[in-house]
């Protein structure tokens, strides 16, 4: 199978687990959901930001990493290991609810 046809699969069911109704409560494969965004790493890794689970590093279908970030919103790979991420507040925007930029390097965080 070529990497795109994998990526792009990848990213539908991505996005197929990310339109089921949260009411069902059930966990569907890796995801705990919602999620926000998805990335693709240096490396060829997917990154999922699952605001339940953390960021999820999927590659050939296995679940390769996790970084544990409750909130995480947005992912963006800077290679070697390291991304940015995103946490988002709720329900005040204005209000240090937990939002911030996050470094995260090989599975630990740090809010800048």
Do not use: C, Y
Not at 50 to 57: E, N, P, Q, Y
Request: glycine share 16%; proline share 7%; no cysteine.
């Amino acid at each position: 199978m070529s990497r795109f046809s994998w990526r792009v699969k990848v990213i539908l069911i991505g996005l197929a687990v990310a339109i089921v109704p949260a009411g069902l409560g059930a966990v569907i494969g890796p995801f705990q959901g919602p999620l926000f965004h998805m990335a693709t790493a240096p490396d060829g890794d997917l990154l999922v930001a699952d605001a339940s689970r953390g960021i999820v590093g999927i590659r050939n279908g296995e679940i390769r990493s996790t970084s544990a970030l409750p909130g995480v919103t947005g992912v963006s790979p800077i290679g070697g290991g390291s991304m940015w991420a995103t946490t988002g507040g709720a329900p005040e925007p204005t209000a240090d609810n937990g939002q911030g930029l996050h470094r995260v390097s090989r599975g630990t965080s740090r809010k800048i």
